[in-house]
């Protein structure tokens, strides 16, 4: 069974950066991965994906902004986000896979989230 356990959110104001972790059970930390995002009365949204490759994308909104990685000796998944903005405030979940587009962004399975919110 597939376990995803998000960390690290919290508040912070407008330019700061936090760090989400994310602790993979059930699966290899090496497979494709992505981090999701879902804001206040929002359709969750893709936010990055990093490929069984190593390859790694990530949407315009957080583009040179957000960097995704994985550590294999902790079998956990990061995202460090720099310069946030308020409208960065959202869940973050981390899901398994690359997702699909079907009427709106379906991330798959995931973990319950860890809750952002960017404020002054």
């Known amino acids: 069974e597939v376990q995803l356990v998000e960390s690290g959110g919290g508040l912070v104001q407008p330019g700061g950066s936090l760090r989400l972790s994310c602790a993979v059970s059930?699966?290899?930390?090496?497979?494709?991965l992505s981090w999701a995002r879902q804001a206040p009365a929002r359709e969750i949204e893709w936010v990055s994906t990093?490929?069984?490759?190593?390859?790694?994308f990530y949407s315009a909104s957080v583009r040179g902004r957000f960097t995704t990685s994985r550590d294999s000796a902790k079998n956990t998944l990061y995202l460090q986000m720099n310069d946030l903005k308020p409208e960065d405030t959202a869940v973050y979940y981390c899901?398994?896979?690359?997702?699909?587009?079907?009427?709106?962004?379906?991330?798959?399975?995931r973990g319950q989230g860890t809750q952002v919110t960017v404020s002054s």
């Open positions: 899901a398994v896979g690359p997702g699909r587009y079907d009427n709106g962004y379906d991330p798959g399975v």
């Open positions: 990093i490929w069984d490759d190593g390859s790694h």
């Open positions: 059930g699966r290899s930390i090496d497979s494709t």
